[in-house]
């Protein structure tokens, strides 16, 4: 493993952009601008392929589909939308919340989408009827991350006290609480039905589902990434100073002399693939990086 870059491509850029994400079939970017224009850009030639209009206020959170089919995005004004990524269509938009929405996630089934608060709470929906199925009421704080388990009837959200909630849907009840994390949550992966990421400012941790616990506490320089990727042997991080660092998921350990350093202050995107870095810098240039694989 190794994340080395090499620049492919850098490209200008008209907006500030405030969230990035790569598809899971590491296709295409997602970005989106201060402009409340979400853009799909081609990987790895920096194409853009379609605009999408309809969010009025700043765009806040992100997710994709596990088939990269659709898109989910949420604002600050408490709107959710779900896309369409091959027609770029707006397939349904809801008034999901009041206040900022702060985490989004879709099904691993593709048929509900959730959407977390600032207020707390977490909604359902119902995607081919655009119905709320039900609400879920944090116990304490602000939700900052959500995921789907890799079940559609499992969900796991962070909130602000720095805890992460196991939900049944079936039942809409609490399943069971986490607590580890020390500063605040700022990241959820699923790697799998039994193993789940989490990444706070302090650090990042690695939990058993199955026997509900802490399986892998990670060095602290692994703490506050602006994006994460997981492969079968490896977890790739991307930090605010600019650095890229590779651990190995089984012992947490970094792996030596295997990574590379961006400018600082980067905001930035991992493909699943391992195969390319793309970061947006306060020069309005957009970079996408090869990751060279040794």
Same mark, same amino acid.
């Given at each position: 493993?190794?994340?080395?870059?090499?620049?492919?491509?850098?490209?200008? &850029?008209?907006?500030?952009?405030?969230?990035?994400?790569?598809?899971?079939? @590491?296709?295409?970017?997602?970005?989106?601008?201060?402009?409340?224009?979400?853009?799909?850009?081609?990987?790895?030639?920096?194409?853009?392929?379609?605009?999408?209009?309809?969010?009025?206020?700043?765009?806040?959170?992100?997710?994709?589909?596990?088939?990269?089919?659709?898109?989910?995005?949420?604002?600050?004004?408490?709107?959710?939308?779900?896309?369409?990524?091959?027609?770029?269509?707006?397939?349904?938009?809801?008034?999901?919340?009041?206040?900022?929405?702060?985490? &989004?996630?879709?099904?691993?089934?593709?048929?509900?989408?959730?959407?977390?608060?600032?207020?707390?709470?977490?909604?359902?929906?119902?995607?081919?009827?655009?119905?709320?199925?039900?609400?879920?009421?944090?116990?304490?704080?602000?939700?900052?991350? &959500?995921?789907?388990?890799?079940?559609?009837?499992?969900?796991?959200?962070?909130?602000?006290?720095?805890?992460?909630?196991?939900?049944?849907?079936?039942?809409?009840?609490?399943?069971?609480?986490?607590?580890?994390?020390?500063?605040?949550?700022?990241?959820?992966?699923?790697?799998?039905?039994?193993?789940?990421?989490?990444?706070?400012?302090?650090?990042?941790?690695?939990?058993?589902?199955?026997?509900?616990?802490?399986?892998?506490?990670?060095?602290?320089?692994?703490?506050?990434?602006?994006?994460?990727?997981?492969?079968?042997?490896?977890?790739?991080?991307?930090?605010?100073?600019?650095?890229?660092?590779?651990?190995?998921?089984?012992?947490?350990?970094? &792996?030596?002399?295997?990574?590379?350093?961006?400018?600082?202050?980067?905001?930035?995107?991992?493909?699943?693939?391992?195969?390319?870095?793309? @970061?947006?810098?306060?020069?309005?240039?957009?970079?996408?990086?090869?990751?060279?694989?040794?």
């Amino acid at each position: 493993p190794d994340a080395r870059l090499t620049l492919v491509q850098d490209l200008p &850029v008209p907006t500030d952009i405030n969230r990035m994400l790569i598809t899971p079939d @590491s296709q295409m970017l997602i970005t989106a601008g201060s402009d409340d224009v979400l853009r799909l850009w081609s990987l790895p030639n920096g194409t853009v392929l379609k605009n999408l209009h309809g969010h009025t206020t700043p765009i806040t959170t992100l997710a994709v589909s596990h088939d990269s089919r659709f898109l989910v995005s949420g604002s600050e004004d408490g709107m959710v939308y779900l896309w369409n990524l091959a027609s770029g269509q707006a397939l349904r938009s809801y008034r999901a919340h009041h206040y900022p929405v702060t985490s &989004v996630a879709i099904s691993p089934d593709n048929r509900t989408v959730v959407s977390g608060c600032k207020d707390g709470t977490l909604r359902q929906w119902d995607v081919q009827t655009g119905v709320r199925m039900q609400t879920l009421k944090l116990p304490e704080g602000e939700a900052t991350a &959500v995921v789907y388990g890799s079940t559609p009837d499992r969900l796991i959200s962070a909130a602000s006290d720095r805890q992460l909630q196991v939900w049944d849907l079936n039942t809409g009840q609490l399943h069971r609480t986490f607590a580890g994390h020390t500063d605040a949550i700022v990241g959820l992966q699923v790697a799998n039905n039994q193993t789940l990421y989490s990444f706070g400012k302090d650090r990042g941790l690695m939990w058993d589902l199955k026997r509900e616990e802490l399986a892998l506490v990670f060095p602290k320089n692994s703490g506050d990434p602006r994006a994460v990727s997981l492969s079968d042997q490896n977890l790739i991080t991307v930090h605010n100073d600019g650095s890229v660092r590779v651990w190995n998921r089984a012992s947490g350990l970094p &792996v030596p002399e295997s990574a590379d350093v961006l400018e600082n202050n980067v905001n930035a995107a991992l493909s699943p693939n391992h195969h390319y870095l793309v @970061s947006w810098h306060a020069d309005q240039r957009l970079r996408i990086w090869r990751m060279n694989s040794r």
